[in-house]
């Protein structure tokens, strides 16, 4: 995640000050992505000492405000026109989990494999049932508008994020058991339930989001942080 970016696209839009840019980031993306002021300050700093934003004086409260320069410009055109570099993609701590967990001494890799699959449901009903209240929001109107649909946006990618992670769990499982059958190898121990319906998820196909927002609903503390901002 690029905080930089983020916080030089919100000073776009005219001087801001560090609580302020933090509030708006985190409004815009549905405090997925929860900043502190400190992580704020520091990447302020930064963009400043780079001149990519200049301090503008303070506002009526004596908030030290901060505005955009055209290098900083400059910087946000080229981050928007450039592709999301995926040479060097970042850590997925589920994929080191399942590779650590091949031939580790006492673990039932499928009951693991189970396990996340109930979790990563659980948390695209969790996200889907956001995007449907996201969805209410753009109907009404208002001047959050722009938010709800940066947050909606945010909302669907979580929602294939999570859609696409039930189906790898799902192909794991089966690539498991196949394995085991034809080496023999016991790479994948017997668990209760079948690749597509253990915790009663029946596969990820089920679980896809529908184009109203009406299917499936992040955790609860997503949805704790999305009311707080």
């Not at 320069?69 to 928007?80: D, H, I, Q, S, Y």
């Not at 938010?147 to 499982?173: G, K, P, S, Y």
Request: negative net charge; glycine residues 10%; proline residues 5%.
């Amino acid at each position: 995640m690029s905080i930089r970016h983020g916080l030089l696209a919100l000073l776009e839009h005219g001087p801001r000050y560090g609580s302020q840019l933090r509030t708006e980031f985190e409004s815009r993306t549905g405090a997925t992505w929860p900043l502190n002021v400190g992580q704020v300050y520091t990447t302020l700093n930064r963009l400043e000492r780079d001149g990519m934003v200049e301090q503008s004086g303070e506002d009526d409260a004596g908030h030290a405000l901060y505005g955009i320069t055209e290098a900083g410009k400059t910087e946000l055109r080229n981050w928007f026109e450039r592709p999301v570099d995926r040479s060097n993609p970042p850590r997925n701590e589920l994929a080191i989990k399942l590779a650590m967990a091949i031939g580790a001494p006492g673990v039932d890799i499928r009951a693991v494999i189970q396990s996340q699959r109930h979790h990563t449901v659980k948390a695209m009903q969790d996200y889907t049932r956001l995007k449907a209240q996201a969805l209410k929001a753009i109907e009404h109107g208002g001047t959050g508008e722009r938010d709800d649909v940066a947050w909606l946006l945010v909302l669907e990618q979580l929602i294939f994020q999570t859609e696409a992670e039930a189906r790898w769990l799902d192909h794991c499982e089966v690539r498991l058991i196949r394995l085991a059958a034809t080496t023999g190898s016991g790479t994948a121990p017997p668990a209760t339930g079948s690749p597509n319906t253990a915790h009663g998820t029946s596969g990820a196909a089920d679980a896809e989001p529908h184009s109203d927002g009406s299917a499936r609903q992040p955790s609860d503390r997503t949805e704790q942080a999305r009311t707080s901002t």
